[in-house]
């Protein structure tokens, strides 16, 4: 996964951060997209500490105009996405 950009939803916890944790491990530069900035900061810092090269997005992928804004940051962020997982959880 070294030169790979992943991102991943829903990966300040779960299933998500442990993925995220795991390419980490294999070299990839991760995005992390949380609804909570906090979380999120908390969870890539414990994945920077391990040596992950990581980056945090903050939105609701429950409203389609975040996505929308998300797509764009994402977009002036880098150069191209490898991988997505779309893992967010959703009512």
């Known amino acids: 996964m070294t030169g790979k950009t992943v991102l991943v939803t829903g990966g300040s916890g779960g299933i998500g951060l442990a993925t995220a944790a795991g390419v980490a491990r294999l070299g990839a530069r ?3 997209v949380s609804r909570d900035a906090a979380r999120s900061e908390a969870a890539a810092e414990r994945l ?3 040596g992950g090269q990581v980056d945090v997005f903050v939105a609701d992928m429950s409203s389609q105009g975040e996505v929308r804004r998300l797509a764009e940051e994402v977009l002036a962020a880098y150069p191209r996405l490898d991988v997505l ?3 967010v959880g959703g009512y």
């Open 30 to 32: 991760v995005g992390l």
């Open 48 to 50: 920077r500490a391990a």
């Open 85 to 87: 997982v779309n893992n």
